[in-house]
C-alpha cells in the first residue's frame, strides 16, 4: 500500500511553503529547443513564461527544492511526507493495468487523460510530434482537469514530468518498494510521467526520465507520498 496525493503540487500549495519558510529558488531553464537560452534568466516557479493559477502545478522547482516542500509539509501538519519512489510511482500510475498508459487506448484519445503535446500545442510549437487530438491547453493545465486513472489519480501521465526519490540508474530495479535508490548516480535524479511538452514514445508509465539534482525547467514538478503508519 502506499498514500499517493491525488495531484501534483500545485503552485499554490508550494507559494504557502515559500511563505512559511523564505525558501530561495534560483532561475528556471526553459526544455531544449523551447527558447533561447538568454531567457531562462527571467524565469521562474511565479513566472514560468506562461500563465498559471493557483491550481496549475508548480514548476521550475529542482529536487532539493521538492525535499524542501515535503520536510516543510511533514513538519507543519505532524505526519511524515515524502517523496515517491520510482517504484511506488509506477505502481500508483499503472492502477492495476499492464498496458503502456493507463487509459489502454489509442494514443488518439490521449486529450481525454493526460495533458500532452498535442494539435493545440502545436499550434504554437510547430514542429512538435503532436498527438491526433486537441485539448485546448498549450503548457500547463489546472491540476485534476483530465480524467483520472483507476486509482483515483490525476495528471500521473502528461502535465509535468515529477521528480521521485531514486538516484539515476540504467535499469530500473525496484528493489524494497518503498525506499529510494541510494547508489547510482545521485547527481542526478529519476523523473517520471512526462508533460506537456511530450511526445508519444515519452508518454509510457515504464517511460524514465533523469535530470540533474539542481536542475529548475518549466516541465517538472512532483507529487508527494503521505508515511502510513505501521
Not at 132 to 153: E, H, I, K, M, W
Request: glycine share 8%; aromatic share 12%.
Amino acid at each position: 500500500p502506499v498514500a499517493i496525493g491525488r495531484y501534483e503540487v500545485t503552485r499554490g500549495e508550494f507559494a504557502r511553503f515559500v511563505e512559511d519558510t523564505r525558501w530561495q529558488l534560483g532561475a528556471c531553464a526553459p526544455p531544449d529547443g523551447l527558447a533561447d537560452a538568454s531567457a531562462q534568466l527571467s524565469l521562474s516557479w511565479r513566472e514560468p513564461g506562461f500563465s498559471q493559477t493557483d491550481r496549475h502545478p508548480v514548476v521550475c522547482v529542482n529536487w532539493d527544492d521538492a525535499q524542501a516542500y515535503v520536510a516543510w509539509l511533514s513538519r507543519r501538519t505532524g505526519t511524515g511526507y515524502r517523496l515517491p519512489t520510482e517504484a511506488e510511482w509506477e505502481y500508483a500510475a499503472r492502477a492495476g493495468t499492464a498496458a503502456p498508459r493507463f487509459w489502454q487506448a489509442d494514443y488518439a484519445a490521449a486529450c481525454n487523460f493526460a495533458n500532452v503535446a498535442d494539435r493545440a500545442a502545436a499550434q504554437v510549437f510547430k514542429d512538435w510530434a503532436a498527438a491526433p487530438c486537441d485539448d485546448g491547453q498549450v503548457f500547463t493545465a489546472p491540476a485534476g482537469s483530465y480524467r483520472a486513472n483507476g486509482f483515483g489519480l490525476h495528471d500521473m501521465l502528461g502535465n509535468v514530468w515529477e521528480w521521485v526519490g531514486d538516484c539515476w540508474n540504467e535499469a530500473h530495479d525496484p528493489g524494497n518498494p518503498h525506499q529510494p535508490r541510494t547508489t547510482g548516480d545521485c547527481s542526478r535524479r529519476v523523473i517520471k510521467g512526462a508533460s506537456w511538452i511530450s511526445i508519444e514514445r515519452l508518454v509510457r508509465i515504464a517511460a524514465r526520465g533523469a535530470d540533474k539534482a539542481e536542475a529548475r525547467t518549466i516541465g517538472t514538478g512532483f507529487r508527494v507520498v503521505r508515511e502510513l503508519k505501521e
